[in-house]
């Protein structure tokens, strides 16, 4: 495979899945010690993950359709377009719990 049949991946994408994906790799890696802890690392990503969505949803305008968003509908009191965030949102958090994973096996390898 040459490299100009490579899919090109948007930058940012990669920043999506990869800043969270390191951020949850150091920090199972550091605190990881059992179950629990990889669970409760876990649990922080979801608590990340809403607080994202809360962010969005309270930037987001009440009285009119940002310039550039020809999309963005009314849900909730609040101009904004939700499937995007919640696709933003899947990606991150897959990145989140993917680099937990990585970050507690690295762990356990090491301190075997």
């Given at each position: 495979m040459t490299a100009a049949s490579l899919p090109a991946v948007s930058g940012v994408f990669l920043?999506?899945?990869?800043i969270p994906a390191a951020a949850a790799s150091v920090s199972a890696f550091l605190l990881a010690r059992n179950i629990a802890r990889l669970a409760a690392i876990a649990g922080a990503g979801l608590v990340?993950?809403?607080?994202?969505?809360?962010?969005?949803?309270?930037?987001?305008?009440?009285?009119?359709?940002?310039?550039?968003?020809?999309?963005?509908?009314?849900?909730?009191?609040?101009?904004?377009?939700?499937?995007?965030?919640?696709?933003?949102?899947?990606?991150?958090?897959?990145?989140?719990?993917?680099?937990?994973?990585?970050?507690?096996?690295a762990r356990w390898l090491l301190r075997r």
């Amino acid at each position: 495979m040459t490299a100009a049949s490579l899919p090109a991946v948007s930058g940012v994408f990669l920043a999506i899945v990869l800043i969270p994906a390191a951020a949850a790799s150091v920090s199972a890696f550091l605190l990881a010690r059992n179950i629990a802890r990889l669970a409760a690392i876990a649990g922080a990503g979801l608590v990340l993950a809403a607080v994202f969505v809360f962010v969005v949803y309270l930037r987001s305008p009440t009285a009119h359709a940002p310039h550039g968003c020809s999309d963005c509908g009314l849900y909730l009191g609040r101009w904004w377009e939700p499937g995007v965030i919640i696709v933003v949102v899947v990606f991150g958090l897959g990145g989140w719990l993917g680099g937990a994973a990585v970050g507690a096996t690295a762990r356990w390898l090491l301190r075997r």
